[in-house]
């Protein structure tokens, strides 16, 4: 009985780490997949010469918020690295309700006059 007990829990163990290693294997190859292959971003919004294109909103605040990013574009505002950032290149932490401006988005606005 113990014999038992140990082949049955000796092939668990071996299919354990067979799984560990198949595991390790698809990780590895989504990795492979991931830096070859870049996700296609869809823009909600777009400035174009002198008109502002929307494309997608899911409420009248994420419209007010992309209407106000791709007026950002249009005052001569490049995209910037601060996620809470009003002119940040997706919408991530800024607050849609209540958007402001932020000290990254003022600078940019100095900048450009």
Do not use: C, W
């Not at 002119?87 to 988005?105: G, H, S, V």
Request: aromatic letters at 8%; charged letters at 20%.
């Amino acid at each position: 009985m113990i014999n038992d007990h140990d082949l049955n829990h000796q092939q668990i163990q071996v299919k354990t780490d067979e799984l560990k290693q198949l595991h390790e294997q698809l990780t590895q190859s989504v990795d492979r997949f991931n830096q070859n292959f870049a996700p296609l971003l869809v823009h909600k919004g777009q400035f174009k010469g002198k008109q502002i294109f929307i494309y997608e909103f899911s409420s009248i605040d994420d419209l007010r918020l992309t209407l106000a990013h791709e007026f950002g574009h249009t005052l001569g505002l490049k995209h910037t690295h601060n996620p809470k950032s009003l002119i940040y290149p997706r919408i991530k932490e800024q607050d849609p309700k209540n958007f402001q401006l932020t000290a990254t988005d003022l600078a940019l606005l100095n900048h450009t006059n």
